[in-house]
């Protein structure tokens, strides 16, 4: 693992992994490795009822239904189509299935307006199919082919980004489980057919906001069960998968850095308050450009540990904070300056003087990185 810059869910908690289907004695669909019982557990966590001999963390945090129905998606005929606002951990949540359920979470397409149907069906290895014409051996499967004959998930990152025509194609791969291939000629035992084994299933993502880009057909629709993913709002939630993330970040930069409770608050109190002020705004112009994703706040406070182990005291504060807040959401001249100086001014003043504690240091440091940037 220390070899890779990121390494995958079934990677990463391979130990894991192994110890649950050691243990596992509940029935399993298909050619699954974990039952869904045990793949609830590997994503959700374990609680003392479980009875386990080991702790198993909680990876993904939001409500348990959302993990359940998901499951159970997988476990029938129909694909399974996470959507939800940016940020929301829909890919994560993709990715954990899959690891849980079949062990590889790297058979993905990322959808694109360059995105093809050859990226989900297959393409051919030009100079093999030159030398030797076309055949099984010069083809190229894609990543949902390579699922398909392996039994596994397929993913589909950004469903509604690829073009109507891609979108399409899946159609009769969720509907028949097989991709015909016309350039190879048939002998009558099905070469020039692939079919799916038992296992298989797509796991797609959307982005809620992204609506009207390339919508999803009726049919399309039809042949997947949605999962909306809501924005976290609970603080106490937002909160662990802020601290969740930002532990993972200490580990793979091997950075001995500690992240105070109390700036942790002034993060979730920050977001919370844009947030609002963005749903009480008349026009886009009165909003911030970010969307304010529990995502973007992993980012900011990312930000703010990397510059203070490489550039500060290797200490964490509340003007390293608030810098990296106004460097990461101001997208926009003026426009988001102008909202963030009014939220500095409007907010965090007169909280500063009411409370004290770090929103003073908080706001001078927000000043600062405004007046760098105007």
């Not at 360059?114 to 083809?139: C, F, L, P």
Request: glycine content about 8%; aromatic content about 6%; charged content about 25%.
């Amino acid at each position: 693992m220390s070899d890779l810059l990121r390494a995958p869910a079934e990677i990463k908690y391979a130990e894991e992994l192994e110890w649950l289907e050691s243990i596992d004695d509940s029935p399993k669909p298909f050619s699954w490795r974990l039952s869904p019982k045990m793949v609830r557990l590997f994503i959700l966590g374990s609680e003392r009822a479980d009875g386990l001999d080991r702790e198993v963390s909680q990876k993904w945090f939001g409500d348990r239904s959302f993990v359940e129905r998901s499951i159970v998606t997988l476990a029938s005929d129909r694909g399974l189509l996470l959507i939800g606002d940016p940020g929301t951990g829909k890919s994560w949540l993709a990715e954990l299935l899959s690891a849980a359920i079949c062990r590889n979470s790297t058979l993905v397409v990322q959808g694109t307006a360059g995105t093809t149907e050859d990226h989900i069906k297959y393409s051919w290895n030009v100079s093999m199919v030159i030398a030797k014409g076309q055949s099984r051996e010069s083809m190229i499967p894609s990543p949902i082919m390579t699922a398909m004959e392996t039994g596994a998930i397929g993913r589909f990152e950004e469903l509604t980004r690829s073009t109507s025509d891609v979108q399409d194609a899946l159609i009769s791969i969720l509907s028949e489980k097989y991709i015909s291939v016309p350039e190879l000629e048939s002998d009558g035992g099905g070469d020039n057919i692939v079919f799916a084994k038992p296992g298989f299933s797509i796991i797609a993502t959307a982005n809620s906001r992204d609506r009207g880009v390339n919508d999803l057909s009726s049919a399309l629709k039809r042949r997947f069960n949605f999962v909306r993913i809501p924005v976290v709002t609970n603080k106490k939630s937002e909160a662990e998968i802020v601290r969740f993330r930002t532990e993972e970040l200490l580990r793979r930069h091997r950075i001995e850095l500690e992240v105070p409770p109390t700036l942790l608050d002034v993060l979730l109190q920050s977001f919370a308050d844009l947030r609002a002020s963005a749903a009480a705004a008349g026009s886009d112009d009165e909003k911030l450009e970010s969307t304010l994703s529990t995502a973007e706040q992993i980012g900011v406070l990312e930000d703010a540990v990397l510059h203070s182990n490489f550039f500060g005291e290797r200490t964490l504060t509340a003007r390293g904070l608030a810098s990296s807040l106004v460097g990461s959401l101001a997208r926009r001249e003026p426009e988001d300056l102008a909202i963030l100086n009014k939220y500095l001014h409007g907010v965090v003043e007169p909280r500063g003087k009411e409370e004290g504690g770090s929103w003073p240091e908080f706001l001078e440091g927000g000043r600062d990185a405004i007046a760098k940037l105007s």
